[in-house]
C-alpha cells in the first residue's frame, strides 16, 4: 500500500477530497507523499530563500541521484514554463544515471506529467511546459547559448572541465526571481569543491550523508563489500563523504620542504634557472602559465641546494607571455657583491612553449628546451621528490607567520603537495619537475652516493669488519 492510499484509508474526509482531484493531481500527491515517507533528512530540500546552492556531500548508495531528480522535477512542476539544465561527468552518464538510471528523472517523475522525452538529445518536456535539457560537463563551449532557471550538477568533483564547466554554467543560469542548482557529488579535495563548502551559511547550503544512512535499500552483497574500506582513506571518503585533506595523498610532502629563516641573508647563488610550463590553450580562462626561479648554492655543510627565488602563475595569451618572461629574465637576485643575474631559461617544448623557445633564441636569451619524453606527470615528478625529501629543497619562511613559507610560495607549495588527486591545475608541478630535474641531469644537484673509487679504503675495510662480524640466527634454537 502507497503512503497516500495509507493516509486516505485513515482519514475519510481527506478520501473524499482526494477522488475529487484529476488523474494527474491525484498522480502528484501520490508522487509527493510516497517520496516523503521514503525520504532521509539529507535527501529533503533545505529550508529558506536565501542560498543558491544545495551541496549534497553523500557516500556511494546514500541516495544523491534520488534526492536530486526528485527535488529538480518538482521544481520544474511548481514553475510552469521553466527551463532546468542537468550535467553530469559525460553523456552516457546523463542519459544512463540522470534521465534512465534506477533512481533518474524517468523512473521518479509520475507517468502522466511526462509531455515528451527525447533520449539522444537528453530532454525531457513536461505537460506544464516545463523544460529539462541535459549537457555533459566534458563539453564546457555547450554551455553557452542556453539559459536555465536552476540545473543539477550530479558528480560535480569527478568532472574533467571542472572550472570551466562550472563558470560556463554560472552565466547560463539566470532566469526566474530565483536561481537554484543542486551539486550532488562524492567529496573530492578539489579547489570547486572547498569553496563551496567555505561558503556554507552564505549563498551555499551544505548537506552530509555516509552511505550507512542508506545501507537499507542497497544490496547485502554490497553492505558486506565495502567493510573492507572502513578505516582507509579512501573509505572516509567514499563511504563517509569526508573531504580528506587534499595533501593527504600528494606523492611530495610539505615538511620536506625546508624553510630559509625569515631575515637571514641570501647565500651566494652558483647557478640560477627560471622554469616555464606554458598553458596548453590560448583561452585566458583555461589553463594558466607557471614559473619557479630556482637558485642553486653550495651551503656550509652538506650538498649542493636549491632555494626557491620566485614563482608565479598568470592566465595569459602568448602575446602577453614573451615580454613577461623577458621582463623576468632581467631580474638580479641575491644581495650586495653576491648579486646574480639568470644563467638559463628552461621552458618545456610544446604547445606556446615552442614559439617561446624560438623568440628568446631570437631575442640571444639562454634557453633549453625540455622535453619530458614519454614519462607522464605523476612519473616526473616522482623522479625527483627524493631531491626535496632530502632536505635540498628550500623556501623563504614568512615574515609575518613563523614556521610557514611566505605568502607568494603557499599557492605553489600547496598545489605541488596536493598532486595528483588534489589540484585542478599542475603548473607548479611541471616547473619543479623539470627544473629539478635539469639541474640533477646537469650535475649540479646529486643525492646519490658517491663512485666507489671516490670513497675512502679506510671506509670500505670498517664495513667489511662490521659485515662480517659474528652473528646469530634467532631462529636456529
Known sequence: MSAAAAILDDEPYLKEEYAKLTPVQQAIVNWQMNWLKKAHKHQIEP????????????????????????????????????RWLVSAPTSGDIRGTCFEGDSGLLNVVPKEL???YNKSLHELKLINGSFIKGIPASEPERFRGGQWHGGWCDELAAWDYLQDSWDMIQFAVRLGKRTRIIVSTTPKPKPLIMDLISRDGDDVVVTKASTYVNVANLAKSFQKQILQYEGTKLG???????????EAGGIVKRDWFRLWPNGK??????YIIQSYDCATSDKTYNDPTGSITLG???PMDGGMSVLILDCWQEHMQYPDLRP?????????????????????VLVEDKSAGISLIQDLQRAHIPVHAYNPGRADKTQRLSIVANIIKAGRVWVPESSVNKGYVRDWAEG???????????????????CISQGLRYLRDAGW????????????????????????????NPYSA
Open 265 to 270: 641573508p641570501f647565500p651566494k647563488f652558483e
Open 47 to 82: 529550508p529558506g530563500n536565501d542560498w543558491a546552492i544545495w551541496l549534497m556531500l553523500a557516500g556511494r548508495g546514500a541516495g544523491k541521484t534520488r534526492a536530486s531528480a526528485e527535488t529538480l522535477l518538482m521544481w520544474a512542476w511548481e514553475e510552469p514554463g521553466s
Open 114 to 116: 511526462i509531455a515528451d
Open 324 to 344: 613577461k618572461v623577458i621582463e623576468e629574465y632581467e631580474v638580479v637576485y641575491g644581495e650586495g657583491r653576491d648579486r646574480k643575474l639568470v644563467d638559463l
Open 236 to 246: 572516509q571518503q567514499e563511504i563517509h563523504a569526508e573531504l580528506i585533506d587534499p
Open 296 to 298: 642553486v648554492y653550495k
Open 412 to 430: 605553489m607549495i600547496s598545489q605541488i603537495c596536493s598532486f595528483p588527486e588534489g589540484t585542478e591545475h599542475d603548473e607548479f608541478v611541471d
Open 445 to 472: 644537484i646529486s643525492i646519490d652516493a658517491p663512485p666507489r673509487d671516490e670513497i675512502e679504503q679506510e671506509d670500505i675495510s670498517d664495513a667489511d669488519i662490521y659485515n662480517n662480524r659474528g652473528r646469530e
